[in-house]
């Protein structure tokens, strides 16, 4: 059974919130691989990260969760920013606190992330060479979508105006309007139409409902953050990461699975895609007949390439 102790690292100015998790008979003087494991977007480290967490803990790996700057327990004003560049940066800082602790082999660590924190892991790891293997679960580039729209369904006119709408209203919070806020899933079953996404619907059930909602989880962000995220791909240099090795695990009715699809088809060797058969987005998120699949793939994967 393994243990977990709240902990607080450093990101510049800013307290960061975490979970490390240790295995059983964990001990001082042993050196042990560590993973830091990143949530969604709308996630904190108390749902499906913190799931992931603790079952590879359970295997003999030292796991970090930690909560967004801007978010959750961490630090950073405003609040509830979903900046790409500010959470590839989170990563790196949760790698200088792995590597800190005395019981942590610097030469053996991975990262891994679900859904937009899978996007953000693998953008990290293009330019962190700390990080020796990346993984994604149900992986999302939060740019791909933001620039597109989901499942790339945006005309050119569409995209120009998400981005003239972000200039107004950062125009308007300039001269002293309250900033505007969005939800990343619906609101409630009400706001859930026939054109809504399977992704939608799943993950409004996953954060909105008794299945997995948490009190640091608010279902919103700064509408003024889209530019960002539009600029932002997270696999533009993913061929780089090379020789270091890269595993997507995705659902195969997942209507999310084009982002792992590309993305692995852009990456060099090492790399797999690795389909759970009958699984959507978010049955990876808690359903332990697909979760328990995708930590033992996990288990495999960061077991032969943080030797």
């Known amino acids: 059974m393994s243990t977990k102790q709240k902990v607080f690292f450093p990101n510049k100015t800013l307290k960061m919130s975490g979970e490390i998790y240790f295995p059983e008979g964990f001990d001082t003087e042993m050196k042990y691989p560590g993973i830091v494991v990143t949530h969604p977007g709308n996630g904190v480290k108390e749902q499906v990260a913190g799931l992931y967490a603790r079952l590879l803990s359970e295997r003999g790996f030292i796991t970090l969760a930690f909560d967004a700057s801007h978010q959750g327990e961490s630090e950073g004003l405003p609040r509830f920013l979903e900046d790409p560049t500010r959470r590839v940066e989170d990563i790196r800082c949760a790698i200088d606190y792995l590597v800190t602790l005395p019981y942590i082999d610097e030469e053996r660590i991975g990262a891994m992330g679900i859904c937009a924190g899978a996007g953000y892991s693998i953008n990290a790891a293009q330019t962190e060479y700390r990080i020796k293997a990346v993984a994604g679960i149900s992986t999302w580039d939060v740019g791909d979508s933001q620039r597109n729209g989901f499942a790339r369904c945006w005309t050119d006119e569409e995209k120009k105006q998400m981005l003239r709408e972000v200039a107004l209203q950062r125009t308007r919070e300039a001269r002293g309007e309250a900033p505007l ?127």
């Not at 009715?253 to 792992?260: G, L, N, P, R």
């Not at 692995?264 to 359903?287: F, I, M, R, S």
């Open 181 to 307: 806020y969005v939800g990343y899933v619906p609101n409630s079953q009400e706001e859930i139409t026939e054109k809504t996404s399977t992704i939608q619907r799943e993950a409004y059930e996953y954060y909105c409902t008794p299945r997995a909602s948490h009190p640091n989880s608010h279902n919103k962000f700064l509408f003024t953050c889209n530019d960002r995220l539009a600029a932002f791909n997270a696999f533009d240099l993913i061929e780089t990461i090379s020789p270091r090795p890269i595993l997507f695990i995705v659902g195969s009715k997942a209507d999310t699975i084009y982002f792992s699809q590309d993305a692995y088809n852009k990456a060099n060797e090492p790399k797999e895609l690795y389909q759970l058969e009958g699984a959507t987005h978010v049955d990876l998120y808690d359903k332990m007949e697909y979760v328990d699949q995708a930590v033992e793939k996990l288990n495999t994967f960061f077991s032969s390439n943080l030797k």
